[in-house]
């Protein structure tokens, strides 16, 4: 039995249940097996056990009050994943589906992810099974509050650096922000994502999506394409959605869906992006409410299946929501490119079929990037005491993304595989972090 197979067997026995963690984790390690395997080093020195234990996880109890005086009790979570690179560094998410197994998948795949950008910045990743739909401000705020009481003890600008995702927005890193502030007595930058007025980074908000817009470009652009004129689906409403779609059409796509975990929408004349923002970052609305704004438009509810025809696909909702049926309509209406914004939203049957069809494919540990990329730009802006023009911050992302697309597609083509952007991701992540691990000994 491989050294890998030995090791993908002690992670799911040693880690029973998490099943998202398992699969991410398969993931990185199958595509790279050749490689490893052809490096006794890594089996020397242990790296696969090392890199596949986090550093710390911590569980918490997180209890708040809501607007009738009733008690909730929730569980919040931090997995502290990887240093070798730098503090660590990920997202907070707030959803009623997180679970340890969620959050070890998540920090895990940050580990590469970061190690892409070439940024100095650890993985990590944390969260609660706390559902923000339908409270009031109050409630967000008091949750927040309760949530930070606990956090605040295992986070600092040098030791690890928490951010938005799922759920969490700039009105939740404003409230955590405020709260560890309280407690520590000091002014400092813990969380990116920050609102402007206490150290956050123009193009934070819109980094996610524009860089994966980019960084699909530079790939394009490799092929001698360009993104003006194509016809891109995109899923989700969310961050990383809303900006993806403003920076594609700003590029000259057309973009015909979007959704929400109710329903979907298609809009044949191209969606007016504005509307959308209106919808979900004004009113906090459902993407329904689009169709009242637009005859051009339709509203489905339901799962979004991926059944209009396109030529890029950018899957920007949550995981595992691009299953074998999506990727089969895709397939068979003619896709050319998919650019996950989320993480690992594609599951492993509808990468294969991917695969199969010689589809483009940009995994998210490299293609949506650019929000921690701009995150870490918050940070040193933050150290500096300084705030860079937006301009100033778009250009380093471009280029950010560019040097992530070189890199990719270098490791792709030095292992023997030139169009496969996963393998070249994860090798490329891989050498960064087990480069520094191994140099900072047995750790
Ligand atoms: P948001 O909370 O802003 O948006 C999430 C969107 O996805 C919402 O429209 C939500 O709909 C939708 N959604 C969630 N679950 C489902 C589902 N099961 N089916 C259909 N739609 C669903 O999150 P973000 O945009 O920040 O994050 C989206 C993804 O991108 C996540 O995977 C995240 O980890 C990843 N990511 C985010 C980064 C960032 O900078 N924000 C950076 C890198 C990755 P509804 O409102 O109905 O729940």
Redesign the pocket.
């Known amino acids: 039995m491989s050294y890998i197979t030995r090791q993908l067997e002690r992670i799911k026995k040693q880690n029973p249940g998490e099943l998202e963690f398992h699969q991410a984790v398969g993931e990185v390690l199958r595509t790279i097996e050749p490689y490893i395997l052809s490096n006794p080093i890594y089996e020397k020195e242990a790296i696969i056990e090392r890199l596949t234990e986090p550093e710390r996880q911590i569980k918490f109890r997180v209890v708040w009050m809501d607007d009738n005086g009733k008690v909730h009790v929730n569980r919040g979570y931090r997995v502290q994943f990887n240093s070798a690179l730098g503090p660590y560094k990920g ?1 907070l ?1 707030f ?1 009623p ?1 997180v679970n340890m197994g969620i959050i070890k998948f ?1 920090s895990f795949e940050q580990i590469f ?1 970061n190690a892409l950008t070439g940024l100095p910045i650890g993985g990590g990743k944390g969260g609660s099974d706390f559902d923000p ?1 339908g409270k009031s401000d109050r409630e967000i705020m008091r949750f927040c509050q309760s949530f930070m009481t606990e956090l605040y003890r295992h986070i600092g600008p040098n030791t690890d650096v928490p ?7 700039a009105r939740e890193i404003g409230y955590l922000f405020g709260q560890y502030k309280k407690i520590k007595n000091v002014y400092e930058g813990t969380l990116t ?1 920050k609102n402007l007025l206490f150290g956050g980074s123009l193009a ?2 819109e ?3 524009y860089g994966l817009l980019y960084i699909t470009q530079e790939m394009l652009n490799s092929r001698n394409e360009d993104i003006n004129g194509k016809t891109v689906c995109i ?8 900006y993806a779609a403003e920076k594609a059409i700003a590029m000259g796509a057309k973009v015909l869906t ?5 329903g ?1 929408i298609y809009d044949k004349d191209g969606v007016d992006i504005n509307i959308v923002k209106k919808i ?1 970052e004004e009113n906090r609305q ?2 329904s409410e689009y169709v009242k704004y637009r005859k051009s438009a339709e509203y489905k509810d339901g ?2 299946e991926w059944t209009v025809p396109c030529d890029i696909a950018l899957p ?4 595992n ?1 691009l299953t074998e049926i999506g990727a089969k309509n895709l397939v068979n209406n003619g896709v050319k490119v998919v650019a996950e ?5 594609t599951t492993a049957e509808a990468t294969e079929i991917f695969k199969e069809n010689s589809i483009i494919f940009l995994p ?1 540990k490299a293609a ?5 990329a ?2 870490a730009l918050e940070m040193s802006q933050n150290s500096l005491r300084v705030a860079w023009e937006f301009e100033e911050v778009d250009n380093k992302l471009k280029l950010i993304m560019k040097n992530i697309f070189n890199q990719i597609s270098d490791c792709a083509k030095e292992y023997g595989k030139a169009e496969d952007y996963v393998m070249g991701a994860n090798i490329a992540g891989f050498k960064r972090v087990t480069e520094a691990m191994i140099a900072q000994g047995l750790l």
């Open positions: 997202g998410r959803h589906s998540l992810k739909k951010a938005g995702d799922i759920g969490v927005g994502g934070r908000k980094a996610t999506g899923s989700g409403s969310g961050n990383v959605a809303i979007m959704c929400d975990s109710t979907w979900k459902r993407i799962k979004f920007c909702a949550t995981q929501e914004g989320a993480n690992m939203p998210g949506n990037a650019g929000g921690v701009v995150s």
